[in-house]
């Protein structure tokens, strides 16, 4: 791979190969072995425009590795929610928006390197980077070790795919909005479930007698709102797959 201008003229001149690893391992919990991939990933066109330098090649590969790893864990994680759902969820969690407040959270832009002028002007180029990140990880070290990675860093960052979700709607204030305006049966069933001394919530939600929604947590609230997000993108999808 040529890297002359990253090693020569650029990284060691900036922070110095120990150092970049050294924030790299701080910030994303992960030790490179091939360090040039990952500087690579924090080259900005405008410093190099050689597409064997700068970070273009590895966001498209990125890009593609964040959506599978995504629609991986969504199916495994939500197994009650229908194609139409996961499809909006992956859509809400890896878009432009979604990308640069991750990346901006995760200290991206403390590494990427690019013309002030780009950097002063858009926020796209740390979502960007970011995966690049990713693509450089997955070269370096596989999938399964990437999807670790990413996963851990979305579940621990602010971006919490799960709270994501469920904290931007209020899923249970919406089922009783149907539930009042469109004549439905919406019921929610809640069991206490002791388990090792200490009481779990498990909400089961039924729309129209069907149960559409289950979930357990050690706060009531929490599961109710787990419960009625999956009860109610259940039935949108329905509704969607009617229509």
């Known amino acids: ?9 650029y990284f060691l001149n900036t922070l110095g190969n120990k150092v970049f690893k050294k924030s790299i391992r701080k910030k994303f919990n992960l030790s490179p072995k ?12 405008s410093i190099s425009p050689d597409p064997a330098i700068n970070n273009e090649r590895l966001e498209f590969l990125g890009d593609s590795v964040l959506n599978l790893i995504i629609t991986d ?10 194609e139409g759902s996961l499809t909006i969820i992956r859509s809400k969690l890896t878009n432009r928006h979604s990308l ?20 002063n002007e858009s926020e796209c180029i740390y979502g960007n980077a970011l995966e ?3 693509g450089a990880v997955y070269l370096d070290r596989g999938y399964n070790f990437t999807k670790k990675v990413i996963l851990n860093l979305i579940l621990n960052s602010k971006n ?15 089922l009783i909005e149907l539930d009042q305006k469109k004549d439905m049966n919406v019921h929610f069933d809640i069991e206490e479930i002791r388990q090792d001394k200490k009481t779990v919530y498990k909400v089961n939600v039924f729309i129209n007698q069907i149960l559409q929604g289950t979930a357990s947590d ?9 419960a009625s997000f999956i009860a109610y993108q259940n039935y949108i999808s329905e509704k969607t797959d009617v229509n």
């Open 218 to 226: 050690k706060k009531k609230k929490n599961a109710e709102q787990r």
């Open 160 to 174: 919490d795919i799960e709270k994501t979700i469920i904290s931007e709607n209020n899923y249970k204030g919406r």
């Open 34 to 45: 091939k360090l040039k991939l990952y500087q690579q990933a924090f080259c900005h066109r």
């Open 100 to 119: 640069n407040k991750l990346s901006l959270d995760l200290g991206v832009s403390d590494l990427l390197r690019c013309n002030k002028r780009i950097k």
């Open 73 to 82: 864990y969504l199916f495994s994680k939500f197994t009650n929610l229908k």
């Open 1 to 9: 791979m040529k890297l002359n201008f990253l090693e020569k003229d």
């Open 132 to 134: 690049a990140l990713i």
